[in-house]
T-cell receptor, first 109, second 115 residues
């Protein structure tokens, strides 16, 4: 059974700092996703990672995938307040997508 | 920019009643999904749908749930006899492909409140 675990679940950080959110999954997955959710809003797709060693960057966010370790990371560089949100990773196998519990990120000015 | 739309934005119903949640996926997409999110909790996969049939479903998607694509544009989720624990945000998503780079686009959600 595919399980996805994220850590940390809550993260409060200062603007300008760097931090990493970790996402572990339990069995082989076809894809790894990262989403952003603002309070009361829908999910915004950030990254889709397919293969081992995949690295994608968009602005201050960079996601990577290590399929051997079954680990994906979302790295935040020089955080700004606008990045405050909940970030979910999700993994899928055979078109069944399992989400992690989410990381609630709060960036302090 | 094309987007997934959902109606209604908020549905209030009595326990035991049937509800239908509607979604209009992005027009050239072929793969459709329903998820739910209980307030403050994680997003849970319900069902995926392709070529007019369910391709995968979760344990949550029991006999009280059904999905349909009644015409070329709508994708619906029906809950036959709602329970209190069905109260949640329901998100529809669509993607252009199921294999490879499967980026899913989510709708704004329908908040279902069962009284």
């Amino acid at each position: 059974e595919l399980k996805v675990e994220q850590n940390p679940l809550f993260l409060s950080m200062q603007e300008g700092k760097n931090y990493t959110i970790y996402c572990n999954y339990s069995t082989t997955s076809d894809r790894l996703y990262w989403y952003r959710q603002d309070p009361g809003k829908s999910l915004e797709s950030l990254f889709v990672l397919l293969s081992n060693g995949a690295v994608k960057q968009e602005g201050r966010l960079m996601a990577s995938l290590d399929t051997k370790a079954r680990l994906s990371t979302l790295h935040i560089t020089a955080a700004v307040h606008d990045l405050s949100a909940t970030y979910f990773c999700a993994a899928d196998r055979d078109d069944k997508i399992i989400f992690g519990k989410g990381t609630r990120l709060h960036i302090l000015p | 920019e094309p987007e997934v739309t959902q109606t209604p934005s908020h549905q209030v119903t009595q326990m035991g009643q049937e509800v239908i949640l509607r979604c209009v996926p992005i027009s050239n997409h072929l793969y459709f999904y329903w998820y739910r999110q209980i307030l403050g909790q994680k997003v849970e996969f319900l069902v995926s749908f392709y070529n007019n049939e369910i391709s995968e479903k979760s344990e949550i998607f029991d006999d009280q749930f059904s999905v349909e694509r009644p015409d070329g544009s709508n994708f619906t989720l029906k809950i036959r006899s709602t329970k209190l624990e069905d109260s949640a945000m329901y998100f529809c998503a669509s993607s252009a492909q199921g294999q490879g780079y499967n980026e899913q686009f989510f709708g704004p959600g329908t908040r279902l409140t069962v009284l």
